[in-house]
Nanobody
Framework: EVQVVESGGGSVQAGGSLTLSCTVS????????VSWYRQAPGNECELVSL???????TYGDSVKGRFTISRDNAKNTAYVRMNSLQSDDTAVYYC??????????????????WGQGTQVTVSS
């Protein structure tokens, strides 16, 4: 059974930082693309960042320069370090394996493997 488990969400003041973790089991993590998505109430599912198995990294325009994705294949874990958080970053954040598409209306999506989501709340 594939399991994707996020952790590290919480509440933070604007300008603060958080690091989310995503641990994957039951799946060949080394050969997988790992993505972070987020969805706020009333908004579509937004691709935050993608770390492809070939080492390619992409970021959504709204987080470029503030968020950093990384992965530790030895631990089957991916991370996203979020700096300079703003109220617009408030959302449920999801980790997904082998999903990297944009334009999703809803997270989680039917393709790939997704975690249960972790809430990030940024207060101004």
């Amino acid at each position: 059974e594939v399991q994707v488990v996020e952790s590290g969400g919480g509440s933070v003041q604007a300008g603060g930082s958080l690091t989310l973790s995503c641990t994957v089991s039951g799946y060949p993590f080394d050969d997988s693309d790992v993505s972070w998505y987020r969805q706020a109430p009333g908004n579509e599912c937004e691709l935050v960042s993608l770390f492809s198995s070939d080492g390619t990294i992409t970021y959504g325009d709204s987080v470029k320069g503030r968020f950093t994705i990384s992965r530790d294949n030895a631990k089957n874990t991916a991370y996203v370090r979020m700096n300079s958080l703003q109220s617009d970053d408030t959302a449920v954040y999801y980790c997904a394996v082998d999903v990297g598409m944009t334009g999703l209306r809803q997270c989680p999506y039917v393709l790939g493997y997704w975690g249960q989501g972790t809430q990030v709340t940024v207060s101004s």
